[in-house]
């Protein structure tokens, strides 16, 4: 029996991650780019920027709601399926694709492949903690709770009586962004010349992720805008976490001790200077 398309999908990532990373690894182990710091000016840019997205999105969200819910759209079968392999993708598919990179780079010694899966795990991870304390603390109303009549039906706590009232932020454009950066960041930092084409490839993905939840009426365009803002910073602030913090308790856990590369010295009079320097691959 043929598997599933995502199933089929995720086996073809998986091959193609980890080839690419065993082909580049032994030319060069380390990062060509490692932060200094936790937090940099950008960051307000890329926060002010979401924070007001978000607002802008608030007198916009009934009208939006109303384009992507037209009849003429909810009965298109094609539409549909798209909804719902995007679905996936803000669903169990970080999980999945970033649990089977680490395990695969673990079992294949390509450290690159299980870096890659492991932070892109604790990024997805990290913006659910943060997404889920904002929903059950905000109690937006969901959708179809109100016939997509109420976008602004909030409530302060109302969040602890259930998944109607968790529409704030989007859950799933949490996840997709925050693997979108987690990846994009730390690919680009090992292939820089890859930054333009990786990057733009996994935001729009998962830009559609947070299309398809207002398509399926479980969201409104104002919560997959914050959902996207909660999704990047927790992409970006792991990945850069862990290049500052090089052998963190967790990388030294499930990564091991990553080897230095082999330095060789010699003295002439008294002048010394590197005769070898050879990178082990791990």
Known sequence: MPYPVPVRRLLALLFIVTSSARAQAPADTTRQHVPEHLFVRSDLYILG??????VAMFPLDRHLASVLRDSSLLTNQTLERMSSDFR???GPGPYLIGSSLFVVGRLARVRRAAELG??????????????GGLKVLLGRARPYTSNDTNPSNFAI???TKGSDYESFPSGHSTAAFAAAAAVSTETAAWWPQTKWIIGPILYSGAALVGISRIYDDKHWASDVIMGAAVGTFAGLKTVRFNH???GNRIDRWLLGTKKEPARLGFSIGDRRAVALRADIPW
């Open 49 to 54: 920027m979401f924070v007001g997205g978000t």
């Open 88 to 90: 996936w993708f803000g």
């Open 118 to 131: 492991l932070h892109g795990t604790e990024g997805v991870v990290f913006g659910q903690v943060v997404s």
């Open 157 to 159: 706590m109302r969040g």
């Open 244 to 246: 500052t913090h090089e």
